[in-house]
């Protein structure tokens, strides 16, 4: 089948021809229109696709468009038959239909597409993420309107039901984090984003408010706990072992490749994807997208400069390597092919049909690394390497903005948040002093 180019926007609508359109390269919204009937429009945004019908108003001369839904629901021939309907109610009215005059409510499912499709054409970050989230907890909802959309409803269904598993099939359950608590304040914040598009889209701000504001997120787990000196220190130790002895193939297989005692490259990645975090400070996902055109590793002063689509603040950062990361990733740069792109290959998506753009998931590298080490302490997370690293830039009396810098942090409002860490580590070190203290006078009274 054609596709249709950005100069062809004029053509007989068929179900067939729309459903394979693409968007032409750099473009984020296109008009198509039927030669079959007049002022019928198809609006791609991203991959939304929505039918309208145009009109001039009698009073105004402006064109208005009326929505008639989208693609999918709605198929070529009913979206013209629903053009006449419209055509047919302009006429009988003279033409002084009232503006943006609707056909039928916007539902949630239409409301995401067009919030998803603005987010990518944008250039922000999380899509992933956000069309995640959305398929598992929301798109069973898609054909709700979003007018019926009620504090009581987000309440109920949203919060309460994620928590509970109010509905949800295994893979759902399955997929919830911190009893679901976590897990239920993502979608939350999303839908409520997504409202917040909506009411921008039909000029409704101001005189409507997003129920989700009416819903109070759950209390959030801190997720900067960072690691002590000591655990610090077996973490190091404990990717290597990691690497040494469960990185490794446990079996011969010829035909895969594989060779009992080398290393499996994906796990290797992994585990040096996190050494990296924890020595660097730098969040996983720009280190999974490390290239080997962004670093230079062969000079006194070894830095890599993440590019500002690789970097959270959407700024380019040049980051000082140290030493020994630089000495691990000349020796990485020895062993890659010649055409190599990124460094860390086994990083980089989580499967075959993955695209490289795509961070694999790290926890069990993690987890495992932790258990070989003995660490069993609850709340430690991959964001923890971070905070490590912070944390331990403020004990050795750095700067909070050399630290800001360091592990380039946009605001650095960001940086002493982590401050609160180490007045945990005062309060910890007083009452264990004081505890003793104590135990040691009863223990005189008992006597």
Not at 106 to 133: M, N, P, W
Not at 197 to 205: I, R, T
């Amino acid at each position: 089948m054609r596709t249709v180019g950005d100069s062809d926007r004029r053509f007989n609508f068929t179900d067939t021809r729309l459903e394979n359109y693409t968007l032409p390269e750099g473009r984020g919204e296109v008009f198509l229109f039927d030669t079959g009937k007049s002022n019928l429009v198809l609006r791609v945004r991203g991959t939304s696709k929505v039918f309208y019908y145009l009109r001039t108003d009698a009073k105004s001369g402006k064109t208005v468009k009326h929505r008639v839904g989208p693609l999918g629901e709605n198929t070529v021939e009913e979206a013209r038959h629903r053009a006449d309907e419209i055509s047919g109610s302009v006429a009988q009215a003279g033409g002084a239909v009232p503006k943006r005059e609707r056909v039928g409510p916007t539902k949630i499912g239409d409301a995401f597409a067009s919030y998803i499709a603005e987010h990518v054409a944008s250039g922000k970050r999380c899509e992933q993420q956000y069309r995640r989230l959305y398929r598992l907890y929301l798109e069973r909802y898609a054909k709700m309107a979003m007018d019926e959309v009620t504090p009581k409803w987000v309440n109920d269904t949203i919060k309460v039901g994620i928590v509970n598993a109010k509905g949800l099939d295994a893979k759902r359950v399955n997929a919830r984090k911190s009893g679901g608590r976590a897990t239920a304040n993502a979608v939350l914040a999303l839908l409520s984003t997504v409202f917040t598009h909506y009411l921008k889209e039909e000029d409704q701000e101001g005189t409507r408010v997003n129920p989700c504001d009416r819903v109070d997120l759950y209390p959030k787990r801190a997720r900067r706990q960072a690691m002590t000196p000591d655990e610090t220190r077996r973490f190091i130790e404990a990717i290597d072992t990691y690497k040494r002895e469960h990185a490794v193939y446990a079996v011969t297989r010829t035909r895969l490749g594989w060779v009992k005692g080398q290393p499996i490259p994906k796990k290797v990645d992994l585990a040096d994807l996190l050494f990296i975090a924890l020595i660097t400070g730098r969040r996983r996902g720009s280190i999974a997208r490390m290239k080997w055109a962004d670093l230079n590793l062969n000079t006194d002063h070894p830095t890599w400069t993440i590019p500002p689509e690789d970097n959270k603040a959407g700024v380019e950062d040049v980051v000082t390597l140290h030493p020994e990361v630089a000495r691990m990733l000349r020796e990485r740069r020895k062993a890659a092919p010649k055409d190599a792109k990124f460094a860390l290959p086994g990083a980089l998506g989580g499967g075959r049909k993955s695209s490289t753009n795509k961070v694999a998931d790290p926890r069990k590298t993690f987890q495992a690394i932790l258990d070989i080490a003995g660490i069993t302490r609850k709340g430690l997370v991959i964001h923890s390497l971070r905070a490590t690293f912070i944390t331990n830039g403020l004990r050795m009396k750095e700067s909070t903005e050399s630290v800001r810098h360091a592990v380039g942090h946009a605001s650095i409002s960001s940086t002493q948040g982590y401050a609160a860490l180490l007045e945990e580590d005062k309060r910890r070190v007083s009452d264990a002093i004081g505890d003793g203290m104590l135990k040691g006078r009863n223990r005189e009274e008992v006597a």
